[in-house]
């Protein structure tokens, strides 16, 4: 008994009472954007970036940079190699958006478009909502951080909302991984298992935008087309804070 008191004395209190108000330090977290201008005709950023995630406006001389968090894996070797310190990372780990639209950063942009509480969902699955999360060609790193949600720190499960292991009991899908040809056929399937009304979240870059595989004759991402997410959580792989955040606003959950 003494020695698991003394090891609750020395962990202290695990479980994170607001995710809102987290604060994890050393995450590397939304890009920021300064509003200084760019060196005329670099292109070190563009150069850099692995994953197409940053674009040059031509229309805009003074603030042409443009990330897309729906490609963007948080790498960070843009900032490096920027002359005009331009470009940096802070830990607001609040990324998620209802439109795939609002993944785009500039100066003038400096955040996600907020999550839009949807009234139909939160009406539906407010008190309870059942998810099942599939794999769809992902390296495993988006799926440890779901399975991360379940866990003593970020609880997902007293806000009545929890991973379930069979489509059949599900609300909704947590899609992972950029959909691989071989895996189609079998997200599919556990779509077309789970009773309406159902809905999608896409968690990370890949399942998101394809990321860093967009373009590969491999993927096969016309479901992405066909079933709108309702919830994009943008990452490589995301915190699971990013997730229970986006979920909440969407539900319209207070923490």
């Not at 968690?203 to 491999?218: D, N, Y």
């Not at 079933?227 to 959580?233: A, I, Q, R």
């Amino acid at each position: 008994m003494f020695k698991s008191i003394r090891v609750r004395a020395s962990q202290g209190t695990q479980y994170i009472p607001d995710p809102r108000k987290a604060n994890p330090a050393g995450l590397r977290g939304k890009p920021v954007i300064a509003e200084n201008a760019c060196e005329t005709g670099c292109r070190a950023c563009v150069t850099a970036c692995p994953t197409q995630a940053i674009r040059l406006a031509p229309t805009s001389a003074q603030q042409p940079v443009q990330i897309d968090l729906g490609r963007c894996v948080l790498c960070g070797d843009c900032a490096p190699v920027c002359p005009s310190a331009k470009l940096s990372f802070g830990n607001d780990f609040q990324l998620a958006s209802t439109e795939r639209s609002g993944l785009l950063l500039s100066a003038t942009r400096s955040a996600p478009d907020p999550v839009e509480v949807s009234a139909a969902l939160r009406a539906r699955f407010g008190r309870s909502l059942k998810l099942r999360s599939v794999s769809a060609g992902g390296c495993n790193g988006c799926e440890l951080e779901v399975n991360a949600l379940s866990n003593v720190n970020f609880d997902i499960g007293r806000y009545g909302i929890d991973i379930v292991a069979s489509p059949r009991h599900a609300d909704g899908l947590v899609l992972t991984g950029p959909i691989t040809r071989n895996m189609a056929q079998a997200l599919e399937l556990c779509w077309d298992a789970m009773s309406e009304p159902k809905l999608v979240i896409a968690v990370g870059a890949c399942a998101i935008s394809g990321s860093p595989f967009e373009g590969s004759s491999a993927l096969e991402r016309s479901f992405v087309e066909r079933f709108k997410p309702s919830l994009y959580v943008p990452g490589c792989p995301p915190h699971p804070l990013t997730f229970v955040c986006g979920v909440l606003d969407l539900l319209g959950i207070s923490s």
